[in-house]
């Protein structure tokens, strides 16, 4: 079937091949958070992006084949309520944002900054820093050599806009400012980017409306 990236609390998970990296998607939890397995198509190798909630779905999505890493993006509770469960029954290393590291109260083992790598068996991720919705957020960059980018945005950027900055205005445009020059500016129109809610979108389908989201404020 093809990937839609349309997933629902309660429903299947949605995977695509992203040439030697496969990339499952699956929706848990009561604020509808996205959680993403990736696999090394080569070694079988796992990781976790954003133990949400669910320690039973992850758990059942993740299989046999173990877990070498769980990662979250930023220190929301609703983005690693299953973390300390899945650690405990998988022993993944896990990573966070060095300046979100001690918000998070499941030590953080590898607390990386900005262009900092995560590999997953032969695949790599590029750590990207994006100050705004939390000091510490990142996002991830998997740079497939024969096909696109893929990038995971926490809740930084969706479709539609960037992420909540609670009304503080300042916070609001340096997160706009953040995710234009480090996202926008640096990878083409093709790239494929998956959020820590909803669904998946282009940085070519949301680039047109930047000045849109600037001028609105959210």
Known sequence: MTYTGEVEVGGPADTQDATDLVITKVAVGEMSNNAYLLRCALTGEQALIDAAAE???????????????VITTHQHGDHWGALEEVVK???????????DADAIPVPTANRVGP???VR???CELEVIHLVGHTPGS???AYDDPDGIVHL???????PGGVG???GDAEAFATLVDEVETKLFDRFPDDTHF?????NDSTLGAERPHLAEWRERGW
């Open 55 to 69: 320690p039973e779905t992850l758990l059942a999505l993740i299989g046999d084949a173990g877990l070498s890493t």
């Open 164 to 166: 909540n900055t609670f």
């Open 120 to 122: 997953v068996g032969s």
């Open 89 to 99: 029954a998988t022993g993944a290393t896990t990573v966070a944002g060095e300046l």
């Open 152 to 158: 995971f945005t926490g809740d930084s950027l969706f």
């Open 138 to 140: 990142i996002a991830l």
């Open 194 to 198: 998956y959020p820590g809610h909803g």
């Open 115 to 117: 262009g900092a790598r």
